[in-house]
């Protein structure tokens, strides 16, 4: 079992960065690929970022790329995800989730066995 607890969002403005992370309790950390997604209010829950269980490879949603970095300690069981220039339409609940041990990431959150419990994020313009 793995139980994901994401840190705090926040409110600021278009333009600002903000740093989530995500504590995982499990064994074995390194053997999970991790990702996180998010889902604003009446839409269906999206992909953001991925990394594998090693950092060899991240994937990132062409809406944040260039902006978001995903990152992860295997020696501290956490997963993080910088957000730079940050947009109003990055506003969402963010979540962090992991796939079954030694799956690969993927984009489609159906893949995924894990959640945390959200973190809300708010940018205003």
């Known amino acids: 079992q793995v139980q994901l607890v994401e840190s705090r969002g926040g409110l600021v403005t278009a333009g600002s960065s903000l740093s989530l992370s995500c504590s995982a309790s499990?064994?074995?950390?390194?053997?999970?690929?991790m990702a996180w997604f998010r889902q604003a209010p009446g839409k269906e829950r999206e992909f953001v970022a991925a990394?594998?269980?090693?950092?060899?490879?991240?994937y990132y949603a062409d809406s944040v790329k260039g902006r978001f970095t995903i990152s992860r300690d295997n020696a501290k069981n956490t997963v993080s995800l910088q957000m730079n220039s940050l947009k109003p339409e990055d506003t969402a609940v963010y979540y962090c989730?992991?796939?079954?041990?030694?799956?690969?990431?993927?984009?489609?959150?159906?893949?995924?066995?894990?959640w945390g419990q959200g973190t809300q994020v708010t940018v205003s313009s």
């Open positions: 499990v064994r074995a950390f390194s053997r999970y690929a």
């Open positions: 989730a992991a796939p079954k041990i030694f799956a690969a990431p993927a984009m489609d959150f159906r893949k995924y066995d894990y």
């Open positions: 990394i594998t269980s090693n950092s060899g490879s991240t």
